[in-house]
């Protein structure tokens, strides 16, 4: 069952529809009515809300989120989730997505995303992703994404996208893909990259190739629950991460040369830190870290280390110059907060 109504909120009119708790087919048919809502990019935001709750989408996979200025609120991050389990047989980059979002400024809170494609039975590869984003300007706010490979996936060279107080786990390149990705203030963790324990894990994989900034992870906590881990390795074109003020669970986890010298097809690779520390706030940054990038034939050596003149060219404001997804956060955080008012039998847990 699906309620939808249109409601003023901030003195702005939004749409509202509320999900069927635990239904995952009143959960498609609200996506679904959204779409159509929503499919002009200046419609009025239109927000899901989403109860508390399992929704299985079984093998479902790409539920694709087409429309513009889409919200879906869950009622509390750790139990409202989405799930779906890709067949070991289809896994790929582009074939497990729960969530394949083609829309812009379309926005996610309080909720979890599952994929559960039986990784350890995958052999070489199993890649399984909880959000695919072909848009731009998506917000994540509060969202845990849970698989093992190619977890996150911005899949659009020109992107822009925010992502806060959010958690990824993964095992190897969990955070992949294009466009200028700022994350902050968010839990990144590394599974076991085998069914052992045993293992070796890297968390981002970008392929830089359009835009200036690439991934930005600032003030983030990693957990190493894996062997050990890198920071980044290269895909392709140029990538571009940068682990500003980082907070490390398990510093000695952390490889050597802290990002994988091995490029997957190039070696120019712009890869930086700057600030990190251990649990107790402890400043753990190398003076220096020289890693020489290999690619085949090719070598490229790099310093790692920022200085604080370069680290401070890093901010919201500058890489997102015609976008401030900080106060877009804080307008849809309002709005939703005041939709679950209409539901006080369903208030929002965060």
Known sequence: MLVAVCMALAAHAINLIRVEAGNSESLLAAIEEANKLNADSTAEATFILIPNGTY?????????????????????????????????????????AILLNTGTNNY????????????????????????QDKGTRTICNRVLMLSYQDT????????????????????????????????????????????????????????????????????????????????????????????LHTRLLNPNRLSQTRFDHHGMRTVQSFFKEYATTDAAGK??????????????EERNQIETIFTEKEASLYTVRRIFPKWRPDRVLQKREQQAAQAWKKYPTSASLH
């Open 283 to 296: 400043d753990i940054t190398p003076e220096s870290n020289i890693v020489t990038l290999d690619y085949k």
């Open 152 to 243: 996150y996936y911005s899949d659009n060279e020109l992107c822009e996208h925010y992502m806060l107080d959010s958690e990824i786990h993964g095992t190897v390149d969990f955070i992949c893909g294009a466009g200028d990705v700022w994350f902050e203030h968010c839990t990144i963790v590394t599974e076991p990259r085998t069914v052992e324990g045993k293992g070796r894990c890297v968390v981002a994989a970008p392929r830089t190739s359009k835009t200036q900034w690439g991934y930005v992870f600032n003030r983030c906590t990693v957990q190493s629950i894996s062997q050990s881990f890198e920071y980044a390795r290269g895909w392709h074109t140029t990538p571009r991460c940068v682990w």
């Open 108 to 131: 996610l809170q309080d909720l979890t995303l599952h994929n559960g494609l039986k990784y350890y039975e995958a052999g070489n590869a199993g890649r399984a992703v909880c959000l």
């Open 56 to 96: 299985d989408l079984g093998d479902r996979v790409l539920t694709k989120i087409s429309g513009h200025n889409i919200a879906l609120v869950g009622q509390s991050t750790m139990n409202t989730v989405i799930h779906n389990a890709p067949d070991v047989a289809n896994e790929g980059i582009r074939t497990t």
